[in-house]
């Protein structure tokens, strides 16, 4: 009888005392509650999550089949989309041939410089691009026309 109070007053208190003198101690937060979850109630927690986990994945499943079966299609759409573009869109140079008559925005773009540039920026690149196609050198004597033709062409423009 002794020992049954000893024990409620020591579990009470967080600790006791064993019959071999030795010193346990126990804690109130790794104690056994008495409103602890029973096994059912842990069981049901558990299916229910299993479920849930179940109808995602078969969710998951179900879009990706819909993806694949609208995959094909839309692939070909946008491979005829994309052949339909214009490549010259995505490309920092200037693609086509020399108009019959030199525009302005055509010199400017021959010499590499903007419509608007002084004219001591007209003959330094001018004489950039020549040394580098002149005839004499191996270079085209068309393209020298051409890159003459936007020097001059641009040397008129700014003296109006």
Same mark, same amino acid.
């Given at each position: 009888?002794?020992?049954?109070?000893?024990?409620? +007053?020591?579990?009470?208190?967080?600790?006791?005392?064993?019959?071999?003198?030795?010193?346990? +101690?126990?804690?109130?937060?790794?104690?056994?509650?008495?409103?602890?979850?029973?096994?059912?109630?842990?069981?049901?927690?558990?299916?229910?999550?299993?479920?849930?986990?179940?109808?995602? @994945?078969?969710?998951?499943?179900?879009?990706?089949?819909?993806?694949?079966?609208?995959?094909?299609?839309?692939?070909?759409?946008?491979? %005829?989309?994309?052949?339909? +573009?214009?490549?010259?869109?995505?490309?920092?140079?200037?693609?086509?041939?020399?108009?019959?008559? +030199?525009?302005?925005? %055509?010199?400017?773009?021959?010499?590499? /410089?903007?419509? @608007?540039?002084?004219?001591?920026?007209?003959? %330094?690149?001018?004489?950039?691009?020549?040394?580098?196609?002149?005839?004499?050198?191996?270079?085209?004597?068309?393209?020298?026309?051409?890159?003459?033709?936007?020097?001059?062409?641009?040397?008129? %423009? /700014?003296?109006?």
């Amino acid at each position: 009888m002794r020992r049954t109070s000893l024990t409620n +007053m020591a579990t009470s208190a967080g600790s006791f005392s064993t019959m071999d003198g030795g010193e346990m +101690m126990r804690y109130a937060e790794y104690s056994t509650k008495a409103n602890s979850r029973s096994d059912a109630e842990i069981d049901r927690r558990l299916g229910g999550t299993l479920i849930a986990v179940g109808l995602g @994945v078969a969710a998951a499943g179900f879009a990706g089949r819909y993806a694949f079966q609208l995959w094909k299609p839309l692939g070909q759409m946008f491979t %005829e989309t994309v052949r339909k +573009m214009p490549t010259s869109a995505f490309s920092s140079y200037y693609k086509g041939g020399f108009e019959q008559k +030199m525009s302005k925005r %055509e010199a400017s773009l021959v010499l590499g /410089i903007s419509p @608007v540039s002084t004219k001591a920026k007209v003959r %330094e690149a001018h004489r950039r691009i020549m040394v580098l196609n002149h005839p004499d050198k191996g270079g085209s004597p068309y393209l020298a026309a051409k890159i003459n033709e936007a020097k001059d062409l641009l040397e008129k %423009e /700014i003296r109006r």
